[in-house]
């Protein structure tokens, strides 16, 4: 994609309509100077009345001025001292590996940026900040969460320059963010990780000994869920170009045994950390995930 991309490039007008009904909330308190829908931990002496802003979808109706939608036919939500808005900071792995795909199915690398535009496209639309980060061995893009659909647009122009290359240093990169972003956020992490998993959780560690609240998507191929190949093939590492050839019929229940040994402790480590943790396989439409991903965290916020 060229540059002066818009969120249109990764979003059809149908998709961004079925998106109008959802709201990305965090799981625990943020903090803002800014007012929005979301508990702070920052709070006055009171929770008196401070200002209004628009009504979105999912807020709670029992908050809407009927008075002012008397005068003005517009829907207007009350806002108190103790609400704030969310910072939402979306982290895409742009390493060599996310470039992968098979058959016709989409590559990781694009499949995250469809992700992360549902997701950006959902915070913008409830009056919430968002910010981007892209990644590889360093970080490559940094957007710092701000709000609006201009800044929406920013977003959208860093996800479609950039094109997966090179090695990946997951931790190193996430540990160096976690320095940058001074103020609580929901963290999304989408990426393979396919790297060291006691460096990516000391770095995911590490955002939450600052409070943040994270969420980690791994996105991998189905030929990598269930190396699904029946003949001799030549593999190549997509960051070093190493190749090796396998025979995958001989290799298939070792290579599922390990892989659902990563994907466990994976799973565990985030559990242990309280972080929201998802497996995604880019056979399922991104649509589809992030819908049926929305509908479990609004489930679990209940």
Known sequence: MEHGSA??????PQEMSKLDT???RARSVVESSRSGMHKSPLKGSSVEFADYRQYVKGDNLRYIDWKVLGRTDRYYIKQFEEETSLRVQVIIDSSGSMAFQSGKRPPKYDYACRVA??????????????????YDSE??????????????R???ERLAENRP????????????????????????????????????????????????DVIVMQILDPMELELDVDRVAEFIDMETDERIELDPRA??????????????????RCQVLNVDYRLCSTKQTFEDFVHQYLIERRQMSL
């Open 22 to 24: 959802f709201v990305l």
């Open 117 to 134: 535009a549902a997701l950006a496209y959902i915070t913008t639309r409830q009056q919430d900040a968002l910010g981007l980060t892209i």
């Open 7 to 12: 969120i249109t490039d990764f979003l059809t």
């Open 154 to 156: 920013t977003v959208a």
């Open 251 to 268: 290799a298939q229940l070792a290579y599922k045994g390990a892989l659902q040994e990563f994907v466990n402790h994976t799973r565990e």
């Open 165 to 212: 290359r090179g090695q990946t240093k997951t931790g190193y990169a996430l540990h160096s963010l976690a320095e940058m972003i001074r103020r609580r956020a929901l963290i999304v992490i989408l990426s393979d990780l396919f790297d060291d998993p006691e460096e990516v959780f000391n770095a995911i560690a590490h955002f939450k000994k600052k409070m943040h």
């Open 139 to 152: 970080i490559r893009q940094h957007v710092p969460a701000r709000s609006g659909t201009r800044h929406l």
